[in-house]
């Protein structure tokens, strides 16, 4: 399924605001979730995308300051991701 160019136009605007203007994209999120047009919808989305991805970036560059390697587990898959001592 393509997304209109309206969805899309609505994405990067939030995803943008987001990045560089987080306390101004909180305020219009918080006011537009109950919207139902699709700009509205996707602008929330694209905002909720970085609000993740710079979540994931924190816990990553806090794995690095801890200086501890992380390796997936070869052995065992079920277990995941481990600390290699």
Same mark, same amino acid.
């Given at each position: 399924?393509?997304?209109?160019?309206?969805?899309?136009?609505?994405?990067?605007?939030?995803?943008?605001?987001?990045?560089?203007?987080?306390?101004?994209?909180?305020?219009?999120?918080?006011?537009?979730?109950?919207?139902?047009?699709?700009?509205?919808?996707?602008?929330?989305?694209?905002? &909720?995308?970085?609000?993740?991805?710079?979540?994931?970036?924190?816990?990553?560059?806090?794995?690095?300051?801890?200086?501890?390697?992380?390796?997936?587990?070869?052995?065992?898959? &079920?277990?995941?991701?481990?600390?290699?001592?």
């Amino acid at each position: 399924m393509s997304a209109s160019p309206q969805e899309v136009n609505g994405f990067n605007a939030g995803y943008l605001i987001e990045k560089h203007l987080p306390k101004l994209s909180g305020m219009l999120r918080k006011n537009l979730e109950q919207s139902q047009n699709e700009f509205v919808v996707a602008f929330v989305a694209g905002g &909720t995308e970085m609000k993740k991805e710079r979540n994931r970036s924190k816990v990553f560059s806090k794995l690095r300051s801890s200086g501890k390697d992380i390796a997936v587990s070869k052995d065992q898959p &079920t277990k995941g991701i481990e600390p290699e001592i």
